[in-house]
């Protein structure tokens, strides 16, 4: 017999007729303990997704900026509706507005917003909406015109939400909300200016979140579509075909559906606002390590996730072929040129 099988009859027998039963408050011990574990890594896994108290627009301050025109005026308007007391920020001079350029000078935008704290109280919610876009391709758009997306869009969102920061933090409530685009979740051919200002927000957002969550202050970030407004009809003037092709896939929303959208979401505390069935899966999609503000979001996402990469891979295939095709297009074209 081998030693190590004369080792195991042994353990066997002296755990058959001797005392087995001596382990078994150990054993009870190890059971009780995984469940401890069990539960507290419950509690960790779920302790993210617990829902903010949705925020009382009844009677709140909330700051608009980029409010004179499209989707921020509609945003303004559904606050008001809701009861909110609304200061509208943008260069242009119209019903109770404050006139500033958000993207310049931080100490003006501040004393703009302590002139609004001044008329209407504390700030309860932000909305940084002043924003513009430019599209062509990349070696076509002007050098400077990154810098100023940049200062416009990323910038202009930085200062206004540093400004309300310090009261939000004091009285331990409030939301911002910043207006990206799904433009700010893929890299779109004709956007190499304007998406990397969109996708600056996203990062924004998440560090800012982490930091204000034990202070309540939630932070939303809004993903449209294309959306029928000024802005959107000036940009129209000159895109370039594949920029309009490849967007038309998610279509044009109204601004009117994206503020009311938006505002549920920022009054929820959600961090992630989308619009559209191709909205929702390019968040679920993107998703990362952005926070969750509810159970059903988090399940949602874990489920989704592989289906909508699937679907993905045929979007992309198809803003492939746009591509070559308007390429192929262009140069035949400039091919006959030359002929005649
Ligand atoms: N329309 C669309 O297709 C989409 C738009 N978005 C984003 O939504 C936001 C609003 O877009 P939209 O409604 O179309 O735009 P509009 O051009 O219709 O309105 C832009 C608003 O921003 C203000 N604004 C622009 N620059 C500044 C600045 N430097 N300082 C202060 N205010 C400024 C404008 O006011 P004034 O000129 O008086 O300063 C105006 O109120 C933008 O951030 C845009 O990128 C996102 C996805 C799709
Ligand atoms: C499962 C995966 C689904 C993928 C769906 C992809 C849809 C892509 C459409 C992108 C549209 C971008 C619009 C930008 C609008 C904008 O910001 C400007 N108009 C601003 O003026």
Redesign the pocket.
């Known amino acids: 017999m081998s030693s190590e099988k004369a080792l195991g009859s042994a353990l066997s027998h002296w755990l058959s007729f001797n005392s087995w039963w001596l382990l078994l408050p150990f054993i009870m011990l190890l059971v009780v303990a995984a469940f401890i574990v069990a539960f507290v890594l419950l509690l960790y896994m779920i302790s993210p997704l617990i829902s903010p108290k949705p925020l009382k627009l009844n009677g709140a301050h909330v700051v608009v900026t980029g409010g004179s025109s499209g989707i921020g005026k509609c945003i303004a308007m559904e606050c008001y509706k809701h009861g909110a007391f609304i200061t509208l920020v943008a260069r242009d001079e119209v019903v109770l507005c404050i006139s500033v350029d958000v993207s310049k000078d931080y100490s003006q935008v501040e004393s703009v917003i302590k002139q609004a704290q001044e008329k209407l109280g504390p700030v309860d919610m932000l909305v940084n909406c002043a924003g513009?876009?430019i599209s062509g391709k990349f070696e076509e758009v002007e050098v400077d015109r990154f810098k100023k997306m940049m200062e416009v869009n990323y910038l202009g969102s930085v200062y206004p939400t540093r400004a309300v920061i310090t009261t939000m933090k004091e009285r331990r409530m409030g939301r911002i909300m910043f207006v990206s685009?799904?433009?700010?979740q893929?890299g779109?051919f004709g956007?190499t200016a304007?998406s990397p200002s969109?996708f600056a927000l996203r990062g924004l957002a998440e560090a800012l979140q982490m930091e204000m969550k034990p202070y309540n202050i939630y932070v939303t970030v809004a993903y449209?579509?294309?959306?029928d407004?000024p802005?959107?009809a000036e940009?129209n003037k000159n895109k370039p075909l594949e920029t309009r092709l490849?967007?038309e896939?998610?279509g044009v929303c109204q601004p009117e559906q994206v503020a009311k959208i938006a505002v549920k979401d920022a009054v929820q505390g959600n961090f992630t606002s989308s619009f559209g069935p191709?909205g929702y899966?390019?968040s679920a999609?993107t998703c990362g390590m952005s926070p969750v503000t509810s159970i059903t979001e988090g399940l949602q996402q874990i489920v989704t996730m592989g289906l909508?990469?699937t679907?993905?891979l045929f979007?992309l295939g198809s803003f492939d072929s746009i591509v070559r095709r308007c390429m192929i297009q262009r140069e035949q074209s400039k091919a006959a040129d030359k002929r005649e």
């Open positions: 513009t876009s685009s799904q433009g700010g893929i779109l956007y304007y969109k449209p579509p294309d959306t407004t802005g959107f940009e490849i967007s896939t998610s191709d899966m390019l999609l909508f990469r679907i993905a979007y």
